[in-house]
């Protein structure tokens, strides 16, 4: 039987007349504040609250509260332990065999970072430090994934990336990275193109500091990191102008999907959260651990010393920072956030302790991040983000030095 244009559109009519019902629409609460953080004149102002309260639950939960239960718990208990009950110690590292100093490290030592031992400096670290760090991170960026602000804010910011080649889904690398960097690399698989995929791998580990970083940065210099951050921001957008200008490749525009805003449910909240620190928990503290081995075997077969002694003129002459901090910044390639730890047992003015800080931050990341770059970008990528990484190191850590010469700190 032929059906005539007319009569389709007619059956299709009486269809939708029993099977479609109209309702009247009713503006609620939620509607109005979803239209409210996606406008750019209420939603920028919106954002940057929102990621005030971000950065003020991950330093008040993550990095104040449970360092303080954390820090007694090593200092006054494990660790005195630890160097009571490994063999081969002795009244200073001298005296020591090379299992003890590797495992506990220096007997004299009046912190937890002066150690720079595998099972104290190394599990402090990576359990009092960067565990409550992360999980304060994952905590608050599950709560903004699963009420649907995420979408919005990278729709916010679609615009500003866009000026250096990338788009608002690299926020997500981004906010992950200053958690970890190394889930944060894993991330940059979101972007579309190789060119994004690459500059978001290379600008993350020169600009963006993990939460184990920022934790003993607010330590050290906590009156100044407000002001650090600004400047790693100011520079990432500078270096990916730069990028943005010189690598070939397309920067598509972005498609997403703003979902309705929608109350988290905390079941759901709590299992999210324990995947990711289960997986941080299963590679990146066995990392720490490796980083700190590694660096320890170097500091007793002379390398560390050899490569300090080596590279102490540049950093003396060209930064201005003492001669006993080249160490700590050749060993940042292992881990930034002991390093930092070690600038901050060396005595030094502010200004050095600042210029210090700013060069771990923009130097190699650590290993395990470097493992990730050669796993998501391979070895070409890998070498370019060295070469970005280098001409960063002196371009922006001698930027530095002139601001604080400039500005007398």
Same mark, same amino acid.
């Given at each position: 039987m032929t059906v005539t244009s007319d009569e389709r559109w007619d059956l299709i009519d009486k269809i939708t007349d029993r099977t479609v019902k109209f309702g009247k629409y009713v503006r609620k609460l939620k509607d109005v504040v979803g239209e409210l953080t996606v406008r750019p004149s209420t939603g920028i102002p919106l954002a940057i609250a929102v990621l005030f309260g971000f950065f003020s639950f991950f330093y008040t939960f993550g990095l104040n509260f449970l360092m303080m239960l954390l820090y007694p718990l090593f200092n006054e208990y494990i660790i005195p332990w630890l160097v009571l009950t490994v063999p081969g110690g002795g009244a200073t590292l001298e005296e020591c065999g090379v299992l003890y100093g590797i495992l506990v490290g220096d007997p004299t030592a009046t912190n937890p970072f002066e150690y720079f031992g595998v099972l104290t400096t190394g599990l402090y670290v990576a359990i009092a430090i960067v565990l409550p760090a992360v999980i304060a991170f994952?905590?608050?960026?599950?709560?903004?994934?699963?009420?649907?602000?995420?979408?919005?804010?990278?729709?916010?910011?679609d615009t500003v990336f866009h000026k250096i080649g990338l788009h608002g889904f690299a926020a997500v690398p981004m906010l992950i990275s200053l958690g970890c960097n190394?889930?944060?690399?894993?991330?940059?698989?979101?972007?579309?193109?190789?060119?994004?995929?690459?500059?978001?791998?290379?600008?993350?580990?020169?600009?963006?500091?993990c939460g184990a970083q920022l934790g003993v940065m607010l330590q050290i210099v906590p009156?100044?990191?407000?002001?650090?951050?600004?400047?790693?921001?100011?520079?990432?957008?500078?270096?990916?102008?730069?990028?943005?200008?010189?690598?070939?490749?397309?920067?598509?525009?972005?498609?997403?999907?703003?979902?309705?805003?929608?109350?988290?449910?905390?079941?759901?909240?709590?299992?999210?959260?324990?995947?990711?620190?289960?997986?941080?928990?299963?590679?990146?503290i066995p990392m *720490? /651990?490796?980083?700190?081995?590694? %660096?320890?075997?170097?500091?007793?077969? @002379?390398?560390?010393?050899? &490569? =300090?002694?080596?590279?102490?003129?540049?950093?003396?002459?060209?930064?201005?920072?003492?001669?006993?901090?080249?160490?700590?910044l050749v060993m940042a390639f292992m881990r930034k956030d002991v390093a930092i730890a070690q600038i901050g047992a060396i005595q030094m003015t502010v200004a050095q302790k600042i210029i210090a800080v700013?060069?771990?931050?923009?130097?190699?990341?650590?290993?395990?991040?470097?493992?990730?770059?050669?796993?998501?970008?391979?070895?070409?990528?890998?070498?370019?983000?060295?070469? *970005? /990484?280098?001409?960063?190191?002196? %371009?922006?850590?001698?930027?530095?030095? @002139?601001?604080?010469?400039? &500005? =007398?700190?």
């Open positions: 994952y905590v608050i960026l599950t709560i903004l994934e699963d009420t649907g602000y995420m979408p919005r804010l990278v729709t916010l910011i190394i889930p944060g690399v894993e991330a940059t698989r979101t972007l579309e193109t190789r060119k994004q995929r690459f500059m978001m791998m290379a600008l993350l580990g020169v600009f963006i500091p009156e100044y990191l407000g002001p650090l951050l600004l400047y790693f921001i100011i520079c990432f957008f500078i270096a990916g102008f730069v990028l943005d200008t010189f690598i070939r490749g397309k920067s598509p525009e972005m498609l997403i999907d703003v979902p309705p805003y929608r109350a988290p449910i905390w079941r759901n909240i709590a299992r999210k959260v324990w995947y990711r620190v289960e997986e941080f928990i299963a590679v990146a *720490v /651990l490796a980083g700190v081995l590694v %660096v320890n075997i170097l500091y007793w077969v @002379g390398v560390i010393d050899w &490569l =300090g002694t080596v590279l102490a003129p540049m950093f003396v002459g060209y930064f201005g920072v003492p001669e006993e901090t080249a160490g700590p700013t060069l771990v931050t923009i130097y190699f990341p650590c290993l395990a991040t470097f493992l990730m770059m050669l796993k998501e970008g391979g070895v070409i990528d890998l070498l370019k983000c060295m070469g *970005v /990484l280098i001409v960063s190191f002196f %371009v922006f850590g001698g930027l530095m030095t @002139g601001i604080v010469s400039i &500005l =007398g700190v």
